[in-house]
């Protein structure tokens, strides 16, 4: 555990980071939403993925674009981060991410792993899948009920059995929403993932976003959220891959505690990405806002747009409200993260001053 002097030293490095990026951002994550459909229907969905109707690009669109970016920008320490929906429901799945690995970009997937079996794990490694994270969001009977999905844990289960079995992956990681439901869980999944050959645990916390506003009694008790990061630290400190997520400034107690470095909302930063339609934003987990789309890749040069736009994102939203502008955690938190801002009324949905600190 860093004492506090160190950790001021590093959280003013990152102030001071933070503000160079503003000035020069370095796109390093790029998000493509290939599908918003989904054999799911969790009931946490920021995206309100499903059984829907979905506009999606084509093939040759995301080969024009992807080498587009390679001829501005170049591959080199730029990772795909491929999601949905559930991105495996494409049946063009890997012509697209063969054509990526074609061109030399590293990729990474989220998925609900009911889709994969030996072959299709096979296919991810040879069209050059890096990474993938699996969400387990509780034991089986919380997990179906939590995604309306049944035996989603079963067979969600068995695909990450499939990726360790036919291997030749950077990292397999699973990662968890935790609810007020489900966080008496927490040890019972870590005995679980302990017992497999997989290479981290991401926990995080259900986020008042898209379908969760829906279910506030699932929303985490400041009780809870003090048990989660502690649970989270005690691992870490057993030396056990176990992480929080990279959202929310949690205050001296908890930076760097429960992650591998301290919190930046990277949206606009290092981060792009890409919806269905073409669209280009900063993070999809942010609310889908006209204003926030700085364009499409249809019409628009990603590079250019990169460049001279995705200003609303280059600035500290605690100045856009009146406590959190004089605010004494301000130089640190920025107003906290995009994706759990309130920009009807200007303030954060999600603030752990007077919780953790």
Same mark, same amino acid.
């Given at each position: 555990? +860093?004492?506090?002097?160190?950790?001021?030293?590093?959280?003013?490095?990152?102030?001071?980071? =933070?503000?160079?990026l503003m000035k020069e951002p370095q796109l390093r994550n790029l998000f493509l939403e290939?599908?918003?459909?989904?054999?799911?229907?969790?009931?946490?969905?920021?995206?309100?993925?499903?059984?829907?109707?979905?506009?999606?690009?084509? !093939?040759?669109?995301?080969?024009t674009f992807l080498q587009q970016v390679k001829e501005d920008m170049t591959t080199k320490?730029?990772?795909?981060?491929?999601?949905?929906? #559930?991105? /495996? +429901?494409?049946?063009?799945?890997?012509?697209?991410?063969?054509?990526?690995?074609?061109?030399?970009?590293?990729?990474?997937?989220?998925?609900?792993? $009911? &889709?994969?079996?030996?072959?299709?794990?096979?296919?991810? =490694?040879?069209?050059?899948?890096?990474?993938?994270? !699996?969400?387990?969001?509780? /034991?089986?009977?919380?997990?179906?009920?939590?995604?309306?999905?049944?035996?989603?844990? *079963?067979?969600?289960?068995?695909?990450?059995?499939?990726?360790?079995?036919?291997?030749?992956?950077?990292?397999?990681?699973?990662?968890?929403?935790?609810?007020?439901?489900?966080?008496?869980?927490?040890?019972? &999944?870590?005995?679980?993932?302990?017992?497999?050959?997989?290479?981290?645990?991401?926990?995080?916390?259900?986020?008042?976003?898209?379908?969760?506003?829906?279910?506030? *009694?699932?929303? &985490?008790?400041?009780?809870?959220?003090? @048990?989660?990061?502690?649970?989270?630290?005690?691992? =870490?400190?057993?030396?056990?891959? !176990?992480?929080?997520?990279? %959202?929310?400034?949690?205050?001296? #107690?908890?930076?760097?505690?429960?992650?591998?470095?301290?919190? &930046?909302?990277?949206?606009?930063? @290092?981060?792009? %990405?890409?919806?269905?339609?073409?669209?280009?934003?900063?993070?999809?987990?942010?609310?889908? =806002?006209?204003?926030?789309?700085?364009?499409?890749?249809? $019409?628009?040069?990603?590079?250019?747009?990169?460049?001279?736009?995705?200003?609303?994102?280059?600035?500290?939203?605690?100045?856009?409200? #009146? !406590?959190?502008?004089?605010? #004494?955690?301000? *130089?640190?938190?920025?107003?906290?993260?995009?994706?759990?801002?309130?920009?009807?009324?200007?303030?954060?949905?999600?603030?752990?001053?007077?919780?953790?600190?």
């Amino acid at each position: 555990m +860093l004492n506090e002097k160190m950790k001021l030293e590093h959280l003013r490095q990152m102030r001071d980071y =933070r503000q160079k990026l503003m000035k020069e951002p370095q796109l390093r994550n790029l998000f493509l939403e290939l599908t918003v459909r989904c054999n799911e229907r969790c009931l946490h969905c920021g995206s309100h993925c499903g059984d829907v109707t979905s506009d999606e690009l084509t !093939v040759e669109q995301y080969k024009t674009f992807l080498q587009q970016v390679k001829e501005d920008m170049t591959t080199k320490g730029k990772m795909l981060d491929i999601t949905g929906g #559930e991105p /495996l +429901l494409r049946k063009d799945f890997f012509d697209i991410m063969g054509a990526a690995h074609e061109l030399g970009f590293e990729w990474g997937m989220t998925s609900n792993a $009911t &889709l994969i079996d030996d072959s299709v794990a096979r296919d991810l =490694r040879r069209t050059g899948m890096a990474t993938i994270s !699996v969400s387990i969001d509780g /034991l089986e009977a919380t997990h179906d009920e939590f995604r309306r999905t049944p035996k989603g844990y *079963e067979r969600a289960m068995n695909g990450i059995e499939s990726l360790i079995r036919v291997g030749g992956f950077e990292s397999i990681q699973v990662t968890t929403v935790v609810t007020h439901k489900s966080i008496s869980e927490l040890d019972e &999944l870590f005995k679980i993932f302990n017992e497999m050959d997989i290479d981290s645990w991401r926990v995080v916390n259900m986020e008042p976003m898209g379908r969760a506003k829906q279910h506030p *009694e699932l929303i &985490l008790t400041p009780d809870d959220y003090k @048990y989660l990061f502690e649970f989270i630290r005690n691992k =870490r400190i057993a030396g056990e891959p !176990v992480c929080y997520g990279c %959202s929310h400034y949690l205050g001296m #107690e908890y930076e760097r505690e429960v992650r591998d470095w301290y919190y &930046l909302c990277t949206a606009g930063l @290092y981060t792009a %990405s890409i919806t269905a339609n073409g669209d280009i934003v900063a993070c999809l987990d942010i609310e889908r =806002r006209p204003e926030f789309t700085q364009g499409n890749i249809l $019409t628009d040069r990603f590079s250019e747009v990169w460049k001279n736009k995705f200003q609303v994102f280059r600035r500290d939203l605690a100045d856009d409200n #009146e !406590v959190c502008s004089k605010c #004494e955690h301000k *130089e640190f938190c920025h107003g906290d993260a995009y994706h759990s801002w309130d920009f009807d009324n200007n303030k954060p949905q999600v603030c752990f001053k007077d919780i953790l600190f």
